[in-house]
């Protein structure tokens, strides 16, 4: 099974940027689909965006679309959440999953997840 470890996280002003890293060890990324969710304390988790095992499709949120970018490099392990334009909404813990399936922002659809990294986004 492949563990994840994110990366990346901290605080932004409003209107700015953040690259989040998820970085693989234990086995070969390429066999998952990767998401990216986020929670924040009292709310369930949210699916944000998910690349597929090749990174020829993404799915993600209406939420996070036009500002949020998923990529990743299968050669180097990981996989890259690059958010534009913050708002103070994007606060939460951030973590990645994978799925040995599919693409899917369905948090249920994922059985193992890292220890997430924060995002804050405040003036």
């Known amino acids: 099974q492949v563990q994840l470890v994110e990366s990346g996280g901290g605080w ?3 209107g700015g ?3 989040l890293s998820c970085a693989a060890s234990g086995s070969t990324l390429d066999l998952y689909a990767i ?3 986020r929670q924040v304390p009292g709310k369930e988790r949210e699916g944000v965006s998910c690349i597929s095992r090749s990174g020829d499709s993404t ?3 209406d ?3 036009g500002r949020f970018t998923i990529s990743r490099d299968n ?3 990981a996989v890259y959440l690059q958010m534009n334009s913050l708002k103070p909404e994007d606060t939460g813990v951030y973590y990645c999953a994978p799925r040995a399936g599919l693409c899917s922002i369905v948090a249920d659809h994922y059985r193992y997840w890292g220890q997430g990294t924060q995002v804050t986004v405040s003036s």
Do not use: D, E, H
């Open 12 to 14: 932004v002003q409003p």
């Open 63 to 65: 939420s996070v679309k």
């Open 75 to 77: 050669a180097k392990k």
């Open 17 to 19: 940027s953040l690259r």
């Open 59 to 61: 799915t993600s949120a």
């Open 35 to 37: 998401a990216w969710f």
